[in-house]
């Protein structure tokens, strides 16, 4: 199940990342601007879409773990699969992370090319039953 999952996420990636921040030479300070708007609206856009899958992936999950516990009787066996529930769980989050993280810094410097300051801006998702802070992309100035 996880090895689906994660395999689902790294096709995501390959296609969210071959998509690329692309940067034209732009002529004006506006078209400047207008093309550095547009790469922060595609990347939050991707981010987002990473999120929601990183949502259903995470809730598949946990659907999955707390099935297995309404079976599970011994308690040695309990505690490896809640292991195994937080290992796949926490790899579900660390590439979604390291995946908006890319695509953050990847977005920053190529709008910073255009003349255009921007940065990351934490926001609270919640994966599964846990919280994790995910870093979309903020313009803050030009």
């Known amino acids: 199940m ?35 708007l547009k790469l922060v609206d595609e990347t939050n856009s ?3 879409w990473l999120i929601e899958k990183a949502q259903v ?12 516990m309404e079976t599970i009787e011994n308690e040695e066996e309990a505690a490896s699969r809640t292991e195994k529930y937080n290992q796949d ?12 993280r890319t695509l953050t810094q990847t977005t ?15 926001v609270l998702v919640e994966i599964a039953d846990r919280q994790v802070w995910i870093d979309p992309v903020r313009v803050v100035g030009f």
Do not use: F, H, P
């Not at 992936?57 to 297995?68: H, S």
């Not at 769980?89 to 908006?100: K, P, S």
């Open 2 to 36: 996880m090895k689906k999952l994660v395999g689902m996420m790294l096709l995501s990636i390959v296609l969210t990342l071959s998509m690329g921040v692309n940067v034209s030479a732009a002529d004006s300070q506006d078209e400047k601007m207008e093309t550095a």
């Open 46 to 48: 991707q981010i987002n």
């Open 57 to 68: 992936a995470g809730d598949m999950l946990r659907e999955d773990y707390l099935k297995d």
């Open 89 to 100: 769980l926490d790899a579900l989050i660390a590439l979604l992370d390291q995946t908006t």
């Open 108 to 122: 920053i410097a190529a709008v910073g090319e255009l003349g255009v300051t921007a940065e990351c801006e934490w």
